[in-house]
Nanobody, 114 residues
């Protein structure tokens, strides 16, 4: 059974940082590219970042380029999202997913507010 468990969210002030984690199971993690998505209140879910299976190729949405960094540890079946210089518009529930599978995790809430 394919599963994703996101963690690391919380409340942070504008300009602050958070590191999200995504623990994956039920498939060969090292063979799968992985994505981060987010969904803000009242808005559709949007793509945030992608990392290739080996970690050598990374792509970001324009809104987070230069502030967020995606990485992965295939030995731990875990993907990360380092979020720096956070803005109020980054407030959302963040999800991880492998494009090859339909499963979604429960997400982790990130709130950027003073």
């Amino acid at each position: 059974q394919v599963q994703f468990v996101e963690s690391g969210g919380g409340l942070v002030q504008p300009g602050g940082s958070l590191r999200l984690s995504c623990a994956a199971s039920g498939f060969t993690f090292s063979s799968a590219p992985m994505n981060w998505y987010r969904q803000a209140p009242g808005k559709e879910r949007e793509w945030v970042a992608t990392i290739s299976n080996g970690g050598g190729v990374r792509n970001y949405a324009g809104s987070v380029q230069g502030r967020f960094t995606v990485s992965r540890d295939n030995g731990k079946n875990t993907m990360y999202l380092q979020m720096d210089s956070l803005k109020s518009e980054d407030t959302a529930v963040y999800f991880c997913k492998a494009p090859s599978f339909r499963s979604w995790g429960q997400g982790t809430q990130v709130t950027v507010s003073s």
